[in-house]
């Protein structure tokens, strides 16, 4: 019974590890590069229709040139909302109305602002790390409550260390593929 519970607990830990993983690769997506994404829309939001909706639920969003955004709402009428959503938010854009849909333009980052966004795309991977880390612990102390046999503990203690490199490995992969991105030109 013991050995059941021991997979179960490899098996949360992995998930767990993937969802500290999966929140990384979303908060890169927030860290603008200068090449348009639109997924930099994704926690912008506006009233339609009495409901908090998201910009990218009520419009077709499609990247121009490499490095704008166009966003195109399914309604016109609330084409005003999304751009006073814009300026209110921390994207630092200037949204152009053309009547049919707005078009953001990313201005190419500095040298400067891609050392200070590598710094914190670092603190970011940083955080996934702990939070593997945390997960770690927690299994570890699971596995020592299960009463196992030592050389059994011992076998499981080293699946959960196996577990976080490779996630440790994963996480400093998604920062060497993110600075690589911010540091193109």
Known sequence: MNHEQADMILMELEDHMEKSLHVLVKDF?????????PSLLDHIMIDY??????VRQISSVSVVEGNQLYIK??????LKQIETAIYA??????????????????PQPTEERRRE???EVEKLAEHARISVRNIRRDGNDHMKKLGLPEDDEKGYLGDVQELTDKYIKKVDQELKNKTDELMKI
């Open 29 to 37: 997506a927030q860290v603008r590069t200068g090449r348009a994404n």
């Open 49 to 54: 229709y009495g409901a908090q909706s998201p």
């Open 73 to 78: 709402p399914y309604d016109k009428s609330a």
């Open 89 to 106: 938010s921390d994207l630092g854009l200037n949204p152009m109305n053309d009547g049919m849909g707005i078009r953001l333009i990313l």
């Open 117 to 119: 966004l590598v710094k």
